[in-house]
């Protein structure tokens, strides 16, 4: 069951530690760290996004995740791992997190539905990730896409990132923060 919208989290569904301070609007679009309760919505979200979405966040068109996949996906800390959703009323429009890749280098990745694209949202969402791991005592933030990931490679290029490698299609990058 949903609450009436999946945009805003009640006080009783916040998860210890849960960032109230990344609540914001952007545009039209409410934007919050995730929550446990927003597992189902985005399994569907994941099980009918396109494959070419698919390919260019996962790098294979048809990624296996399994329920605790999901569930580690949905549950974070909100300190070394944490997600940022965006929603339009009870509809996701785009993902970003960030995990430890060391003890001062996060990893992040995202993905903006294509309704939603070419708007700044990918651009808000990197910039709030990276406001938020650098609060948290992060240094650098790193990413890697394909090499043909034309939208990443400018993404990340506009958001401070720089090219650390390229190997077997897979383009590395990073930045300080
Ligand atoms: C990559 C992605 C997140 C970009 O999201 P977005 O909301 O469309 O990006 P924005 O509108 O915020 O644009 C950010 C910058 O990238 C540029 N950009 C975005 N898409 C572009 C494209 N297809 N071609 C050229 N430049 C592009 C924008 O011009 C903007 O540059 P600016 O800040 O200098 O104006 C989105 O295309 C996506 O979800 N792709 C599939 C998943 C993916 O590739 N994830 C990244 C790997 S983890």
């Not at 069951?1 to 679009?29: C, D, I, N, W």
Request: proline content about 5%; overall charge neutral; aromatic content about 8%.
């Amino acid at each position: 069951m949903f609450a009436k919208s999946s945009a805003v989290v009640s006080r009783r569904r916040r998860p210890p530690g849960y960032a109230t301070e990344l609540e914001q609007m952007l545009g039209g679009l409410t934007i919050r760290p995730v929550v446990p309760q927003d597992v189902d919505r985005l399994r569907a979200e994941f099980e009918s996004a396109d494959g070419e979405t698919l390919r260019m966040r996962f790098f294979v068109p048809k990624p296996h995740l399994s329920s605790g996949d999901f569930e580690r996906l949905t549950t974070v800390d909100y300190d070394r791992r944490l997600a940022i959703t965006a929603w339009d009323g009870n509809r996701p429009a785009a993902i970003g997190r960030f995990e430890p890749a060391g003890d001062t280098t996060a990893e992040v990745a995202f993905v903006v539905k294509p309704a939603y694209r070419n708007q700044g949202v990918g651009r808000e969402l990197i910039e709030i990730l990276a406001t938020a791991a650098a609060d948290r005592g992060y240094q650098e933030l790193e990413a890697s896409y394909l090499a043909e990931n034309v939208a990443a490679a400018a993404a990340l290029k506009a958001a401070g990132f720089s090219r650390r490698s390229a190997e077997s299609g897979v383009v590395e990058v990073s930045r300080s923060i």
